[in-house]
C-alpha cells in the first residue's frame, strides 16, 4: 500500500493567485519528485530532491518552487498561478533499491 | 534527444496476445522502473529492476544492462491490460520517463 498522499486532488483558482501543492510520504524516502502531465501526454519533470534541504530543477520549467524542510514533506508553490500551468501534477517517491511510489495527482485549473 | 525512448508509441492488439513493450535508455542508469496508468488514474509501480528478468502474474520484464535495454511481455493479454505503460529510469539522482506507450487490447 502506498503512503504517499497528494492534496488537494482537483483546484480551480484565478489567475494571479499564489499557490502550493502539497506531497507527503510516510516511508521515510529520501528522494522526492514533482512531475507535470498534460492529459494523454508524457511526464515531465519539474522539481527534485535527494534528501533534506537539497532540491533541484528538473527539465521543465514551470515557475514553481519546492521546499524539503522534512523528509517526509515535499511542497510544491506557484507563486502567481497562470492559464499555462493547467496541468496534472503528480508526486513521488523513492530510496535505495526500492520502487517508486505515486501519488494519486493534483489536477489543476488556473481561469 | 530524451534519454528514455520507448516502442511502440501506440500498440492495439486483441485479447489473448502476446505483447512486447520495449525501452531503450542512453545514459548509465542504476535501475529501470516499468509503470501503469490508467486513464484519469494515477501510476503504478509494476517492477523495479537493476538487472535481468523479474516476473509477477502474466506481466515479465527483462533488462540487458550491456545493451541498454528492457522489454516488458504482458502473456495472454485482457481488455483490463489496457493502459499507458511508461519505462522510468535511475539516473543521476533524477527519476526520467520515457513517453509511454498506450496500450489497447480489444475483446
Known amino acids: 500500500e502506498a503512503d504517499i498522499y497528494q492534496t488537494p486532488r482537483y483546484l480551480v483558482i484565478g489567475t494571479g493567485k499564489k499557490i502550493t501543492l502539497e506531497c507527503s510520504q510516510t516511508m521515510g524516502h529520501d528522494k522526492m519528485y514533482w512531475y507535470q502531465q498534460d492529459p494523454g501526454m508524457e511526464l515531465h519533470l519539474i522539481h527534485y530532491s535527494y534528501g533534506v534541504n537539497s532540491t533541484e530543477k528538473g527539465d521543465l520549467s514551470s515557475e514553481s518552487t519546492v521546499s524539503r524542510i522534512r523528509t517526509e514533506h515535499f511542497p510544491l508553490t506557484l507563486e502567481s498561478a497562470r492559464p499555462s500551468h493547467t496541468s496534472q501534477y503528480l508526486c513521488?517517491?523513492?530510496?535505495?533499491?526500492?520502487?517508486?511510489?505515486f501519488g494519486q495527482g493534483t489536477r489543476l485549473t488556473v481561469v | 534527444k530524451n534519454e528514455v525512448e520507448q516502442s511502440p508509441q501506440n500498440l492495439t492488439a486483441q485479447e489473448g496476445e502476446f505483447i512486447t513493450i520495449n525501452c531503450s535508455y542512453s545514459?548509465?542508469?542504476?535501475?529501470l522502473h516499468w509503470l501503469q496508468q490508467h486513464p484519469g488514474g494515477g501510476i503504478v509501480s509494476l517492477f523495479m529492476?537493476?538487472?535481468g528478468k523479474k516476473k509477477h502474474g502474466r506481466l515479465i520484464a527483462t533488462i540487458n544492462i550491456q545493451e541498454k535495454h528492457s522489454s516488458l511481455h504482458i502473456t495472454a493479454s485482457h481488455p483490463r491490460d489496457s493502459a499507458v505503460y511508461i519505462c522510468a529510469v535511475r539516473w543521476a539522482q533524477k527519476l526520467v520517463f520515457g513517453q509511454g506507450t498506450r496500450l489497447t487490447i480489444n475483446p
Open positions: 545514459v548509465g542508469i542504476s535501475a
Open positions: 513521488a517517491s523513492t530510496t535505495g533499491n526500492t520502487e517508486a511510489f
Open positions: 529492476l537493476s538487472s
